[in-house]
T-cell receptor, first 114, second 112 residues
């Protein structure tokens, strides 16, 4: 009964390909996020969706397109993959408040672009 | 510019010993600060969350302190265990959307 799950855990692909990463949460949260953790280990937010509406969209290439079919899912589609896209991508979810906004993270998807 | 600096970058201690990890941040506006534990190959897990009005918060053997005036926080681990080996990340947040600003983390190794 994993709270936030991601698939796949590992993804190895060639430059130029299009790939998707799926995320699901069963916590009843209304907000979901995508983060990127690069080789320097910094976690940076990419997108945030609240009740299926985009509320945060950091400076991310438009090759990255999040899709939220419902409040429990936030998938990340990446077009024309580049070497620099290699990283670990984390999905997270929370009840959105201005005070705590405690976020629960998934196990991560390690993307390697060859 | 929002920044988070953690020290030390890495730390090795013997099982049973205590340690303290430091965090300096410049985040404005500031609303709260949390410490996360990230095991290798896993997602971060929240240890403590403190608002700007809280000075200390404990979670078992983990005790976090916060000085919002000097923009410093620390995480003290008591009687360390092998399972404490992980990266500990300081995460202040603020702004209207409560964006989390992640530090690079301190990598702690606990040896038997």
């Amino acid at each position: 009964d994993t709270a936030v799950s991601q698939t796949p855990k590992y993804l190895v692909t060639q430059m130029g390909n299009d790939k998707s990463i799926k995320c699901e949460q069963n916590l009843g949260h209304d907000t979901m996020y995508w983060y990127k953790q690069d080789s320097k280990k910094f976690l940076k937010i990419m997108f945030s969706y609240n009740n299926k509406e985009l509320i945060i969209n950091e400076t991310v290439p438009n090759r990255f397109s999040p899709k939220s079919p419902d409040k429990a899912h936030l998938n990340l589609h990446i077009n024309s993959l580049e070497l620099g896209d290699s990283a670990v991508y984390f999905c997270a979810s929370s009840h959105f408040t201005n005070s705590y906004n405690e976020q629960f993270f998934g196990p991560g998807t390690r993307l390697t672009v060859l | 510019k929002n920044q988070v600096e953690q020290s030390p970058q890495s730390l090795i201690i013997l099982e049973g010993k205590n340690c303290t990890l430091q965090c300096n941040y410049t985040v404005s506006p500031f609303s709260n600060l949390r410490w996360y534990k990230q095991d290798t190959g896993r997602g971060p897990v929240s240890l403590t969350i403190m608002t700007f009005s809280e000075n200390t918060k404990s979670n078992g053997r983990y005790t976090a302190t916060l000085d919002a005036d000097t923009k410093q926080s620390s995480l003290h681990i008591t009687a360390s265990q092998l399972s404490d080996s992980a990266s500990y990340i300081c995460v202040p947040s603020g702004g209207s959307q409560g964006n989390l600003i992640f530090g690079k983390g301190t990598k702690l190794s606990v040896k038997p």
